[in-house]
């Protein structure tokens, strides 16, 4: 066992039960996909941070959601997400998702994608005013991003399926309008150069999603919204807000 799996371990009944793993379906497939850690990517498109005020030439920064913050759609169904708390301007980020089936730390970029499992569409639900908060005073971004059922996801497409997905279409339409529109192409660092970032800083494990970052676009959404996310290849995501 690594050292960042070890864990304390005593002997004795457990004091309530322990949480369900968190699992993610797998398209045409009956296994299930359990989910370690959410790692996310910030301003990874160019345009999307040039909106939030910045050039789009800084180096890659991350921030976690936890497993649990995931709402899991399947395959032809509508999620439904709560209105969050203490927010008035919810936004919407449509990004790719990729889920890893290995682990391994300090990996290059050469060797990263033998660590992929698979893809999903996935949301990055952010509390902007929170955040924006947060960033002013210096202070860390959970409130604006790791609250419950923030990460809605589809299924996992296993990435062998999906060969073309550097060059796919990403979008999202809410209500029947996009409102973002790109391509993974756009990234401006790619899931490989990701995955040896990040393996800089954590070890990663088979079962680490990432949210590799969204386009430009990114607005509010209020209750009754019917969010449809979209990434060429993969099954579609689709949230209505509660
Ligand atoms: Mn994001």
Not at 40 to 60: L, W
Not at 109 to 137: C, H, I, P, S, W
Request: net charge negative; proline share 7%; with cysteine.
């Amino acid at each position: 066992m690594s050292s960042a799996a070890s864990a304390i371990l005593t002997k004795g009944q457990l004091l309530f039960a322990a949480p369900e793993p968190v699992t993610v379906p797998i398209a045409g497939r009956s296994e299930l996909f359990p989910v370690h850690r959410i790692y996310c990517v910030g301003r990874n498109y160019e345009d999307h941070a040039k909106e939030m005020g910045f050039t789009g030439r800084e180096p890659p920064f991350f921030f976690m959601k936890p497993a649990d913050s995931l709402l899991v759609v399947e395959e032809g169904a509508v999620g439904a997400m709560p209105y969050p708390t203490l927010t008035k301007n919810l936004h919407h980020e449509i990004e790719l998702v990729v889920a890893l089936g290995r682990g391994g730390r300090d990996i290059k970029a050469a060797d990263a994608m033998a660590l992929v499992f698979g893809y999903a569409v996935g949301l990055d639900m952010t509390r902007r005013d929170l955040q924006n908060q947060m960033k002013k005073e210096g202070r860390p971004w959970e409130i604006g991003k790791a609250f419950e059922l923030s990460a809605p996801m589809g299924p996992i497409t296993p990435m062998n399926e999906v060969p073309d997905i550097g060059s796919a279409a990403i979008a999202l339409a809410v209500n029947g309008s996009v409102r973002q529109k790109g391509a993974i192409s756009q990234l401006i660092w790619s899931i490989a150069e990701t995955i040896e970032h990040l393996s800089a800083a954590w070890e990663l494990r088979p079962g680490d999603l990432i949210f590799t970052g969204t386009p430009e676009g990114v607005g509010p959404v209020v209750s009754g919204d019917l969010l449809d996310g979209t990434i060429e290849g993969l099954t579609d995501l689709r949230v209505r807000v509660d």
